[in-house]
C-alpha cells in the first residue's frame, strides 16, 4: 500500500531554474494538499485541491503554481526559484475533511 | 484568521512518565482537530481525529480530548516509552472564516523520553 508517494526526495536549485514536484496517492481520495515546513514557521499551506480539475490558493501560494489534471496527482511548480524558497516541501491527502489526512515523506528543496 | 498554539514547545520525561501536551485554538468554529506525530526527516502520521461533535478520542496508550468552548484540546499518553520521542503536531480543520477544507497547523511540541 503505497499511500502518499512524493517524487524527488531531495533536490537543489540554482536561483532562476524552474522544477516540479510531484505527489500521487492511491486512495483515490478528493483532497489534495501542498505545505512547506520551516523552522520556526511551521507548516504552512502552498496550494490545495478539492477534486479532480480544481485548485485553490492557501497562506503562503506565491511563486507556486499548482495542478491536478487526474484524481491521483497534484504537481507543484516552481517557475523561478528563490533562495526563499528552501524548505520541505509535503503533500497531503484525504477522501474528505471528516477523515484523517495522510502524509508523503517530503522533499528536501534547497535553492542556492 | 484561525491561529492555533502548542505548549509546551518542548517536554523531556522520564520513561514510564504520565504526559498531557497541548494545542490551543482561536476559533470555535472549527470542523474537528487531529493530532500528529513526525518523525526526523518523516512526514507526518495521523495519531487521532477528533470531530467537532465529539469531545475525546482514544488509541491504545493515547487519548485526545477537545472542548470546542475553551478552544482547547489535549492529547494524553500513558506510561510513555523512549519510543514515543518525537514531534508532535495538532491541526484544526476549518474555523477562523477559512473553509473547512484548509487545516492550520500548530508549531509543535518535541517530546524527548528517556530511559
Known amino acids: 500500500n503505497a499511500g502518499v508517494t512524493q517524487t524527488p526526495k531531495f533536490r537543489v536549485l540554482k536561483t532562476g531554474q524552474s522544477m516540479t514536484l510531484l505527489c500521487a496517492q492511491d486512495m483515490n481520495h478528493e483532497y489534495m494538499y501542498w505545505y512547506r515546513q520551516d523552522p520556526g514557521m511551521g507548516l504552512r499551506l502552498i496550494h490545495y485541491?478539492?477534486?479532480?480539475?480544481?485548485?485553490a490558493k492557501g497562506e503562503v501560494p506565491d511563486g507556486y503554481n499548482v495542478s491536478r489534471l487526474k484524481k491521483q496527482n497534484f504537481l507543484l511548480g516552481l517557475e523561478s526559484a528563490a533562495p526563499s524558497q528552501t524548505s520541505v516541501y509535503f503533500c497531503?491527502?484525504?477522501?474528505?475533511?471528516?477523515?484523517?489526512?495522510?502524509f508523503g515523506n517530503g522533499t528536501r528543496l534547497t535553492v542556492t | 484568521k484561525q491561529e492555533v498554539t502548542q505548549i509546551p514547545a518542548a517536554l523531556s520525561v522520564p520513561e514510564g512518565e504520565n504526559l498531557v501536551l497541548n494545542c490551543s485554538f482561536t476559533?470555535?468554529?472549527?470542523?474537528?482537530l487531529q493530532w500528529f506525530r513526525q518523525d526526523p526527516g518523516k512526514g507526518l502520521t495521523s495519531l487521532l481525529l477528533?470531530?467537532?461533535?465529539?469531545r475525546e478520542q482514544t488509541s491504545g496508550r493515547l487519548n485526545a480530548s477537545l472542548d470546542k468552548s475553551s478552544g482547547r484540546s489535549t492529547l494524553y499518553i500513558a506510561a510513555s516509552q523512549p519510543g514515543d520521542s518525537a514531534t508532535y503536531l495538532c491541526?484544526?480543520?476549518?474555523?477562523?472564516?477559512?473553509?473547512?477544507?484548509?487545516?492550520?497547523f500548530g508549531q509543535g511540541t518535541i517530546l524527548t523520553v528517556h530511559p
Open positions: 497531503a491527502s484525504s477522501y474528505s475533511p471528516q477523515l484523517p489526512l495522510h
Open positions: 476559533d470555535s468554529a472549527i470542523y474537528n
Open positions: 485541491s478539492v477534486g479532480e480539475g480544481t485548485t
Open positions: 477528533i470531530q467537532s461533535s465529539q
Open positions: 491541526a484544526g480543520r476549518g474555523g477562523g472564516g477559512t473553509s473547512y477544507g484548509k487545516l492550520t
